[in-house]
């Protein structure tokens, strides 16, 4: 009985996890600048064009660019640990794989179903950002779609007693239908041609610096004043509003997780991936603060709780055109977010899928397309049915949540592959150096990784441990029932259909 627990946590040998490259049969036509664009491609969207109207009219006012050099640094270390293990182990499902081989299969297991609900949430977010941007657009050509079909089931409303959660009639189809759109997109191999990303990304990039160029002239410093209003209680502004809002923005960087996830297809991963990791952080960090200087300024800060903030801050320079052409931007921008994000988490529960850990729905090819079809239309779905019934406030906290978990793994895995395999090759390491304590290696960039993503996602719990308390119960129910479905659904399934665990007891 006191081998129990540890045959839960079997790790994947390096040689098969290596053996992987090998076996794969994907095409490696991806160099490090495709790489940064995708990058780009999926971390600017959301972060820019709804979180940061939620972040600053909710929590942290003018200093949300605070808050975003605080997510920043946390990704930006985050970001290093991914390129060491992306560099030593370029394979296919990112940070479940890294944990898989580090630190065994209950973990891998833990952090596959976090990473689920990190990338099918945030495409929940992205699609309601993009039915909000849609139905702007729309507006603006006199053609305006239903309430009814364009609001989330449950919405947050303000209170005295702070933000509160109500149920109204509407239910969010349009944010539905564009994720399907795009599962059909993917399903038949579009989402393969870097070149269309490309061209998204360069659209997208343009759109934002004209927004910059043209409502920088318009900006009314007395918008930023005071810089970090005062307190109101709990993480309401104030400099624990700053912490909040730096633990939803945390969410608008996990893009380069997708980076992550084409190590298959990178033609030289090893040097590839960290430069595609790195360079996609570095410049999409300038860009969230421009932007953010520049929407702070254009309004007061507490007209921006909404899905479509930018173009609130563009209907006030008053320019109708260029309020059409940022709006298509935006537009273009979140669509290929959601395109990259559903690739990316089609292809993480892909890679569960061929451990054993999913079932096989997950890992089966068209015969003509060559795609995960059925798993892609699966996660399309189930991020379809959130995108109708939750508000754009639930979706952030839940993905920020599960973003800073995934990333306390991946700073775990650089530590221990350090201790247990310290000659394993390793074309990129983090810098900084670190020091042996009691013959474990603890790096000074994984461990700043830790305590920044601890920061993050410390405001986040203690938010929904306190709507909980004052009966707002949605946030902390939606988190316990996907947990414990996870905890049921590995030792039900994932135990005895996990393929090491098969081989093992074969051999």
């Known amino acids: 009985m006191a081998r129990a627990p540890i045959r839960y946590l079997i790790r994947k040998p390096l040689a098969d996890v290596r053996g992987d490259m090998d076996r794969h049969g994907l095409h490696r036509v991806l160099g490090p600048v495709h790489l940064v664009l995708i990058g780009i491609g999926c971390i600017i969207g ?22 975003f050099v605080i997510a920043g640094l946390a990704c930006a270390f985050t970001g290093l640990c991914y390129a060491e293990l992306a560099s030593t ?37 992205l699609a309601v950002g993009v039915s909000g941007y849609l139905a702007s657009l729309l507006g603006d050509f006199g053609v305006h779609i239903p309430a009814v079909i364009s609001t989330p089931f449950i919405r947050p409303e303000a209170g005295e007693a702070g933000m509160r959660f109500v149920t109204g009639g509407g239910i969010n189809l349009v944010a539905t239908a564009a994720l399907l759109f795009f599962a059909f997109i993917l399903v038949r191999g579009v989402s393969q041609s870097a070149t269309i990303n490309a061209v998204m990304v360069t659209v997208k990039v ?62 030289t991963p090893q040097r590839d991936i960290p430069i595609g990791i790195l360079g996609a952080l570095a410049i999409a960090t300038v860009v969230y603060m421009a932007v953010a200087a520049v929407l702070t300024g ?172 004052i009966g707002e119960w949605v946030p902390a129910g939606i988190l316990g029932v996907y947990l414990c479905f996870g905890i049921a659904f590995y030792l039900l399934y994932g135990v005895r259909h996990s393929r090491l665990r098969r081989s093992l007891s074969e051999a």
């Open 46 to 67: 959301a972060g820019v064009y709804v979180m940061t109207g939620t972040a600053a009219a909710n929590y942290a006012g003018p200093a949300v660019m605070l808050s």
């Open 89 to 125: 182990l370029p394979v296919s499902g990112a940070s479940y794989s890294y944990a898989y081989a580090a630190l065994g299969e209950a973990f891998a297991w833990g952090l596959g179903w976090m990473l689920m609900l990190e990338l099918g949430l945030a495409g929940s977010a």
């Open 206 to 267: 343009g759109v934002l610096i004209a927004f910059i160029i043209f409502g920088l002239p318009h900006v009314d410093p007395a918008n930023w004043r005071p810089f970090v209003p005062e307190n109101e209680g709990g993480f309401t502004y104030g400099w624990q509003g700053v912490l909040r809002g730096a633990s939803i923005l945390f969410f608008a960087y996990l893009g380069f997780e997708a980076v992550a996830t084409a190590a298959l297809e990178a033609k």
């Open 298 to 469: 254009l309004v007061s800060y507490k007209t921006l709780n909404v899905p479509d903030p930018v173009a609130v801050a563009v209907a006030a320079i008053g320019m109708p055109v260029l309020s059409v052409v940022i709006k298509a931007g935006a537009l273009t921008g979140l669509c290929s977010v959601l395109m990259v994000n559903t690739y990316a988490h089609s292809r993480v529960c892909y890679a569960m899928s061929t451990d054993g850990l999913l079932p096989p729905l997950f890992s089966r090819i068209h015969t003509r397309f060559r795609t995960p079809h059925q798993g892609t239309w699966f996660v399309a779905g189930v991020a379809g049915v959130a995108a109708a019934f939750l508000p754009i406030s639930i979706l952030g906290d839940l993905v920020s949540l599960g973003t800073g978990l995934v990333f306390i793994t991946v700073a775990i895995s650089v530590i221990w592959l350090r201790t247990t395999q310290p000659e394993l090759p390793r074309p990129f390491r983090v810098p900084l150096g670190g020091l042996r304590i009691g013959g474990i290696w603890f790096g000074v960039v994984p461990v700043l990784a830790l305590l920044f993503c601890l920061l993050m996602i410390g405001p986040v719990v203690l938010d929904i441990i306190h709507k909980a308390m």
